[in-house]
């Protein structure tokens, strides 16, 4: 086979194995590296401590793999046929965004990554080397899909393809093989700013650049700790992630539906009840979200979202299941639950409050209070 050849049949083994997109870019040091070092300096990352590690990895895929000569970049379609988060109207449920209603996409495509790996290996010949990731290795997996075709990266940081829209998971094979590249594909965001115009938080703080620390997707994931009391309202009822720059981006209006039963929707978990959420126990947590990207919040993190969503939810009716969160073992569930309780009873809170705090042991916890209660 000669170089053409055995691209192609590469692509179509991709395609055979379920990915929607293939592009091919050489190894190559992209301007984008520069931005990243910038976006870092600037404290875009947050708390995200990994995307500080191996420096020189992201710098230059050689110290990833040396002899690295391309980047096989392949894209999964995750949409599903199910209602936009811009839709949600009932504040009384949660919503969780749509990457993570099946099954963890990690496994998912580090399993078809690791085929189309050994198919390349038994082709061509037994000197390939090669190496995959999914999102948590140190490549910097839009700006290698930008390259190498896959789509472009939108003002909303996203990853788009003209075609079928920006609801992709990425992957990719490095490889010591030089194959056919991909031309990477024109920025079509034009004069566009919905996006940007869309995001609660204000997140995007200019066309292309992130600040994680504003992103309700950072701050209902990625964040350990107390989500910044300024930010709460912002994060409405998104209880694990955020679409909204999505569902708005006139490029996934005739976004492709999944067949792939992994990313369905389990019972319906993608607009849960708050209460539900909110009174999960750690064996229930394990037991519901096991195989699913959710278990990274833990318990903790998922009911320190839910408790917030309640509270922006005005409901009075949640007040019972809020008072129960304030007796929970979690201080960070208990500072969130003394927010809450607040955002919904405003000044008559204050009797509830001064009395937790005579039990009080959690200094997060009391800081909370106190701050509540001097502002009433
Ligand atoms: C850290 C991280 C996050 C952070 C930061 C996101 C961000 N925008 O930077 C947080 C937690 C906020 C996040 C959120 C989400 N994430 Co995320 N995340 C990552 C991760 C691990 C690293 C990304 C990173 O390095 N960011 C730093 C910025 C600076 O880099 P970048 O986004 O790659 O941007 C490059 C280009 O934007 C380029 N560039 C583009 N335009 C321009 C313009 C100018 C002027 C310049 C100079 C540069 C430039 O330069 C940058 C550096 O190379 C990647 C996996 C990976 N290893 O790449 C997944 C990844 C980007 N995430 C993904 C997903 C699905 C999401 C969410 C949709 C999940 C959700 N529903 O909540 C949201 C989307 C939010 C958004 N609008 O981006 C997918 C994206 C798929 C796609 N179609 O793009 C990835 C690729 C994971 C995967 N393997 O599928 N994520
Ligand atoms: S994911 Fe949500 S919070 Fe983050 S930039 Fe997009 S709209 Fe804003
Ligand atoms: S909403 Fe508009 S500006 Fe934002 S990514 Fe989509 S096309 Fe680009």
Redesign the pocket.
Known sequence: MDRAQFTSSIKEKARELGFNLIGISPVDSF???Q??KE?LNKGFSGE?AY?ERNPEKREDIQNVLPGAKSVISCAMNYNTDYPYSIEKTDKTKGWI???AWGDDYHDTIKDGLKILMDYISSEFSDEVKSKLY????P?????YGKYAGVGW?GK????INQEIG?W????EIITNIELEYDTPAPDRCGTCTRCIDACPTDAIIEP?V?D?RL?I??LT??LKDKIPSELREGVQNNIY???I??DVCPWNKRAHVSDKTEFQPREDLFNPDLSYISKLTVEEFRKQFKGSPIKRTKRRGLLRNAVVAMGNSGEKDFIPYIRECLGDEEPLIRAHAVWALWKIEGGQAKNILVSHMKTETDEMVNDEIDDILSSI
């Not at 490549?139 to 700006?143: A, D, P, S, W």
């Open positions: 301007p984008e590296n931005f990243y976006w995200m995307l965004s749509r990457y999914v999102d948590t290795g490549v910097l997996e839009r700006t990266v909303n940081t996203c990853l920006s992709i998971f990425l992957g292309y992130l994680s992103c997707s950072y994931i990625e992630g955020c679409d720059c999505q």
